[in-house]
């Protein structure tokens, strides 16, 4: 089955050009892939709902950070890389992209000099953690 676009919109409390518009440009929405979409015959673009229905529910749960205060330190990928024990090439790959690591959603880069992304030292120390807890399970 599938769901129009407006109506993932409403679902996902945007409006349904800025969906439209991160459909086309680059399939990215806050940071996350959006679901495969199709046009149908009289334009109207729908999503897969199973897919729409699993994006929502990352969109939901996605932290909602307040942005640092401006005497946090940021730390750089090469730093958050070590920390967590994650190559930084894999790192910034899957902050660029917008991708998760090991399910666990990175955190959102507050600024970037060139090509070097900086992150909060709060939301890498709390991701950090999750990661470490995860390969522990394993």
Not at 18 to 37: I, K, N, V, W
Not at 70 to 80: G, K, R
Not at 97 to 106: D, F, S, V
């Amino acid at each position: 089955m599938y769901i129009r676009l407006d109506l993932f919109a409403d679902m996902l409390i945007i409006l349904p050009r800025e969906l439209l518009q991160a459909t086309r440009a680059d399939g990215m929405l806050g940071g996350f892939s959006l679901p495969r979409c199709h046009q149908v015959r009289g334009a109207a673009v729908m999503f897969l709902q199973d897919e729409a229905l699993s994006f929502l529910n990352q969109w939901q749960t996605r932290a909602s950070l307040s942005a640092p205060d401006s005497d946090e330190p940021l730390i750089s990928l090469d730093a958050f890389a070590r920390q967590a024990g994650i190559a930084p090439l894999a790192l910034w790959q899957a902050a660029s992209a917008g991708k998760t690591l090991r399910g666990i959603a990175l955190p959102v880069a507050v600024k970037s000099y060139g090509s070097q992304l900086m992150f909060s030292s709060m939301a890498v120390e709390m991701f950090t953690v999750e990661y470490k807890l995860s390969l522990l399970k394993k």
